[in-house]
């Protein structure tokens, strides 16, 4: 790969510096093998598991172990991961419209939750589309304090406000696209704890876990969150499921989300697995070591782009509770250049060149990188960012480290190559 020694450099000081923090991030790749291979041993996972089912898939063994296993590994009580869930969004959906009832309010405490999520909760409205806010489902909302933490006025006030009504508490681990901290499981813990003791009644919490697991070594439901849900095509995937998502929490709160999959009589209880199941499970397997390989990722881009003067979050020495890393880049020509380089070292695509498009649902053109095996898979190291001030680019995934590290060089050396021609030019 064409790099020069001076990025090679850079990248070898970088690497010097993180290494204390790469061998926490080790540490926590171990601890969740550990229970991982745990769980899979009491699940006694074997080759039958692997046999792909057709139709209502019954007597899928494997189907009916996954569930356990995902729920086990999350340190839940029940759960499951399908191929039938095509996305986070779905999953989340899925666990919304089965914990909610007409009339109930669905509180954030988080702030505003991820963009897909405004038309499933309705809000701009009910529109007839099928929202929850059709099903007479009331939204509110908490945004963090101006600080940055949990708004704890705000969140007491909704309560008494809302009483009752409240069924759902909902948090959003990661920032997603968000200028927003990522939370950290102490903190959702906090925040339960809080609710608990101001709520006149007991809601279910919810927690959006997409981009947060593995990067810890305990998950939302180990401090009393009713359900976690999540893609597969993110961490518990390891980049190795072609599709899915999961659910896991509370007995009460998977069985009400397992209804509203499938349909309520039948539950979890069907479903074909199509061959997918050695792919999630392998994924599982996977997933510590892959969530450790992106995370290095995400520390060396925020080492070099912070050297070089850039605004990065979070910094290069914070511990992560979530896989995306932001480069503010100042320009739309150096956000190119960015992606460009992160294109360049991607297994699949390489030789493509990412272009700003307009996108459906946004008010700037967006630019993209991403090469990945599964289409869409952010697990796999991709970099987007909307062409406005400050030019802030997402960065997030790398199936290794050493390819993620790659596409990290790359980046920076096409953003100093045209930092330097723009110095020369003046
Ligand atoms: C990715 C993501 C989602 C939605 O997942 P999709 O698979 O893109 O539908 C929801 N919330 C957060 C925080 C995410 O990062």
């Known amino acids: 790969m064409i790099l020069s020694e001076k990025t090679r450099a850079a990248a070898a000081e970088a690497e010097r510096r993180l290494a204390g923090l790469f061998s ?31 139709g209502y898939g019954y007597g899928d063994v494997g189907r009916d172990a ?66 929850l806010a059709d099903f007479g489902v009331r939204y509110a909302e908490v945004p963090f304090a101006p600080g940055g933490g949990f708004d704890w006025d705000g969140i007491a006030a909704a309560l008494r406000g809302e009483g009752e009504r409240v069924r759902v508490v909902y948090f959003q ?25 101001h709520a006149k009644n007991a809601p279910f919490f919810v927690v959006d876990n997409c981009y947060g697991e593995f990067t810890e070594e305990t998950e939302p439901c180990a401090v009393g969150a009713d359900l976690i849900i999540g893609s597969l095509i993110k961490n518990p995937g390891g980049g190795m499921a072609d599709v899915g998502g999961y659910l896991c929490g ?56 912070a050297e ?14 979530d896989i995306i890393q932001t480069v503010s880049l ?29 996108m459906p649902g946004y008010a700037d053109e967006v630019i993209m990188a991403a090469g990945a095996f599964v289409g869409g898979a952010s697990i796999e190291l991709s970099a987007d960012a909307p062409l406005r001030p400050p030019y802030t680019v997402f960065l997030q995934g790398g199936l290794t480290y050493e390819s993620g590290r790659l596409g990290v060089m790359r980046a920076y050396e096409s953003v100093m190559d045209a930092v330097g021609a723009q110095k020369n030019g003046k």
Do not use: W
Not at 275 to 301: C, D, E, I, S, W
Not at 308 to 318: C, H, I, R
Not at 331 to 358: K, N
């Open 173 to 197: 681990r990661s920032k997603g696209y968000l200028d927003r901290p990522t939370l950290r499981v102490s903190e959702i813990a906090e925040a339960i704890r809080f609710v608990r003791a």
């Open 250 to 305: 509370t007995r009460r709160a998977a069985e009400l989300a397992g209804n509203r999959l499938c349909c309520p009589g039948v539950g979890l209880d069907a479903g074909a697995s199509l061959g997918q199941n050695r792919n999630m499970l392998r994924g599982l397997f996977y997933a510590p070591h892959t969530v450790a390989q992106a995370l290095k990722t995400a520390h060396l881009a925020a080492y070099l782009f």
């Open 24 to 54: 926490a991030i080790d540490e926590t790749a171990r601890a969740g093998t550990e229970r991982v291979l745990d769980v899979f041993r009491k699940e006694r996972v074997s080759e039958s598991m692997f046999m792909p089912t057709t």
């Open 330 to 358: 100042g320009s739309p020509e150096l956000l190119c250049r960015f992606c460009e380089g992160i294109q360049s070292a991607s297994p699949v695509d390489a030789h493509v060149r990412p272009v700003p498009s307009p």
């Open 66 to 131: 996954i569930d356990r296993i995902v729920a086990g590994v999350f340190g839940a009580e029940a759960g499951f991961m399908r191929p039938a869930l095509i996305s986070g969004t779905h999953a989340l959906t899925v666990g919304l419209f089965g914990l909610l009832r007409p009339g109930d309010v669905l509180l954030s405490v988080t702030g505003a939750p991820y963009d897909t999520l405004r038309p499933v909760i309705g809000m701009d409205g009910a529109d007839g589309s099928g929202s």
């Open 308 to 321: 070089a003067g850039f605004s990065v979050n979070p910094g290069p020495f914070e511990r992560r509770s």
